[in-house]
């Protein structure tokens, strides 16, 4: 069925068949036509971070970034789904058109600018959920805010989801931000890192629950950042990172008219590198630190490369669009077996 409704949604620009797909799936969540149409949710649980995970195929952030479906986007069966980047204030993001699709590529060309209703609406969605499974947000900093205060953003984001995240995504990694992936930079990630740790120690002692933080990376990082990036997340004692955010390389792309727009490439071409990264972070690391796998998952034996290349657990984004929610089930399915790394 879902390639027929593809066809549909695609014969729309871009971001008018995503508002479109996200404003029909609560009604059939309701209807209980979700559940007909997909039946029950893969169970293969999971602990890692300290958390129940019903199945390792998490949805990533970006597709909600407000929590305004976190309900019937569960029920497509993820184990977990998280929501954002969301920032303090509420922002437009940058003008549309700002997400193009390159089908021949199997793969999306995004330039949101982080474009939220701010962390309070958010907060009051993610209060009324009714979906089991865990839940992730992921914050970031306003665009109007300058590099030397982006830390207050974060600690105020971190803040706010605290009572209501299972676990925290700090998202330093999105290309579409000016000037946020400067703090990969060595001095600035040490600053922001110590602080989101004293904040989080602050959140604990207040609320008496341990929420995660995790951290989420470029895939435009060479080798020896990933490995400075690896010791100052062991060094802050982070909880886990996520690889990897959407990549400005535009190597091997064959829609060369697309691949003009500028903004963060997500799907199959990101893929080689994404894992590239969550090989040599998890090498780094020594195992020590759980890691999310995601970029170019578009089939399951893609999800069982990232399980190969050290991921304790996966998020699917732009293989959801192109394969529907078999892709889910199908990741699951391949995790089951899939070795981990050698």
Same mark, same amino acid.
């Given at each position: ?8 949604? %695609? ?11 996200? !404003?029909?799936?609560?009604? #059939? ?6 559940? $007909? ?5 893969? @169970? ?8 129940? %995970? ?8 970006? *597709? ?11 029920? *497509?069966? %993820?184990?977990? &789904? ?11 993001? =940058?003008?549309?058109?700002? #997400? %193009? ?8 060309? =995004? ?19 009714? +979906?089991?499974? &865990?839940?992730?947000? =992921? ?7 300058? $590099? ?18 299972? +676990?925290?995504?700090?998202?330093? @990694? @999105?290309? =579409? ?33 341990? /929420?995660?933080? /995790? ?17 100052? /997340?062991?060094?802050? !004692?982070?909880?886990? /990172? ?10 091997? #792309? ?10 963060? $490439? ?11 990264? #969550? ?33 304790? $657990? ?7 669009? +192109?394969?529907?929610?078999?892709? &889910? ?14």
């Amino acid at each position: 069925m879902y390639p027929l409704i593809r066809r549909l949604l %695609f014969l729309l620009d871009a971001e008018t068949a995503h508002t479109a797909s996200l !404003g029909m799936l609560p009604a #059939l969540q309701r209807s209980g036509l979700l559940r $007909l149409a997909l039946g029950a949710p893969p @169970s293969q649980p999971i602990t890692c971070m300290g958390l129940r %995970f019903p199945n390792p195929v998490g949805l990533a952030a970006g *597709l909600d970034k407000d929590g305004d479906h976190l309900d019937a986007l569960g029920a *497509l069966g %993820f184990g977990f &789904v998280e929501l954002g980047t969301v920032t303090p204030r509420p922002q437009p993001g =940058n003008p549309r058109p700002r #997400l %193009f699709r390159l089908p021949g590529d199997t793969a999306l060309i =995004n330039r949101f600018g982080f474009n939220n209703k701010g962390v309070h609406h958010l907060v009051e969605r993610v209060r009324q959920r009714r +979906y089991p499974g &865990v839940v992730g947000i =992921n914050i970031g900093k306003n665009r109007d805010t300058p $590099l030397e205060r982006a830390e207050e953003d974060y600690r105020y984001c971190l803040e706010q989801v605290y009572p209501h995240a299972d +676990y925290v995504v700090v998202n330093i @990694s @999105s290309p =579409n931000t000016p000037g946020l992936r400067d703090l990969h930079e060595a001095e600035h990630l040490d600053t922001l890192l110590a602080t989101m740790k004293v904040e989080q120690q602050r959140m604990v002692d207040r609320h008496d629950r341990y /929420v995660p933080l /995790v951290v989420k990376i470029s895939p435009d990082l060479d080798e020896a950042a990933v490995r400075i990036t690896a010791e100052r /997340v062991l060094a802050h !004692g982070i909880d886990g /990172v996520t690889a990897t955010n959407t990549t400005l390389s535009r190597e091997g #792309l064959r829609d060369r008219v697309r691949a003009q727009e500028a903004g963060g $490439l997500s799907g199959a071409p990101l893929r080689p590198r994404a894992d590239t990264i #969550l090989a040599t972070l998890h090498r780094s690391l020594d195992g020590q630190v759980p890691l999310i796998g995601v970029g170019g998952i578009t089939r399951g034996e893609h999800a069982a490369s990232k399980r190969r290349a050290g991921a304790s $657990l996966i998020q699917l984004y732009t293989g959801l669009i +192109y394969r529907g929610p078999a892709l &889910v089930r199908e990741c699951a399915a391949a995790l089951r077996d899939a070795p981990g790394p050698g």
